[in-house]
Structure formats: C-alpha cells, structure tokens
C-alpha cells in the first residue's frame, strides 16, 4: 500500500487559526479579528493505492472556489478568514 500528497492549489489562513487564541468564541472572534495571514499553505488530495484499488480521500478544493459567489456570501469565514488560490488544471478533477 502507497500514500500520496498531490497539491491541488494553495491557501492562506489567518495567523491565529494556526495558533488558537482564547476559548470558545472568544477564540473563533480572535481569528476573525486577526489581520495577519499566514504564506500560501498547500492544499492536498490524498491517494491511497491499496490491493483492492485507488482510493481519494479528501479531494482538496476546486478553481471555483476562487470564483465570487462560489461561497456563501453571508458567511463570515470565507469572507474574512480564507484565501484560496487553484487553477482548473490542479483539481483532481470528477
């Protein structure tokens, strides 16, 4: 059996998403509030080549999510806490 990390875009997070503030909510407030973001991070898909066949476990994320709108526009996380960066040719695909 093999396992498999293949990068399919990168994305930033805020800085006190990698290294919570506080409890509860006042710790999601924190990250929210927070105005520095981490370099570009990997996003992957997980492969795993076993006996029995492929198997995709987390499919990473789609060049749509780079779209406006392709997120709930009332959520505040995608608004204010991620950035995600993906070309159509590195989605893993359907």
């Known amino acids: 059996m093999r396992i498999h990390a293949i990068q399919t875009g990168t994305v930033?997070?805020?800085q006190r998403q990698v290294h919570g503030t506080g409890q509860g909510l006042r710790r999601r407030l924190n990250t929210v509030l927070d105005h520095v973001w981490t370099d570009?991070?990997?996003?992957y898909v997980w492969v795993i080549e076993h006996p029995e066949g492929i198997i995709v476990f987390d499919t990473g994320e789609t060049a749509r999510a780079t779209?406006?709108?392709y997120f709930p526009w009332w959520h505040p996380?995608?608004?204010l806490v991620v950035r995600a960066w993906v070309r159509p040719?590195?989605?893993v695909g359907p």
Request: proline letters at 19%.
């Open 89 to 91: 040719e590195e989605e």
């Open 12 to 14: 930033a997070i805020k």
């Open 77 to 79: 996380y995608y608004r």
């Open 67 to 69: 779209e406006p709108g």
């Open 40 to 43: 570009p991070l990997p996003i």
